[in-house]
């Protein structure tokens, strides 16, 4: 035994938006991760059963574990691979997903904007699909 953590598992998710309410079908929201010592590999897809007045920031909360604190000014950011599914408008430049420091919660960025690209709870639909993937620090 070399004392390094191995653990799988499932974890649920829910969506939150800056204002309104995004709902997630109770069939589509159990995500999987695997944890190897302080690295945490998560994946899944989760899809949107009712949606009202949704608009402004969009995330999907619930991770395992709390991400690391991290030291520096970015060093903290865990990037995460995203596809967006059955959205009620077109998302020109992409979707971004970040995992901030000592943070269970994963946000949504359109990629490439001048602003701050943080609106993508207006694009939300009801039957929209979102998928993850990726690796974070704890």
Known sequence: DDGLVYEEGTFDVAIASGSGTITVDSSYNLFNYIRIG?????????RVSAISSNSGELTITGLPYASSAGSGEDSYWNPITVYL???SSSVDNGVVGAIGQSSTTIEFFENSTVGTGNDLADHIDTGSFIMI??????
């Open 38 to 46: 302080n690295l945490v590999k998560i994946n899944g897809r989760c």
């Open 85 to 87: 599914r059955g959205a």
């Open 133 to 138: 993937g990726g690796t974070y620090t704890i």
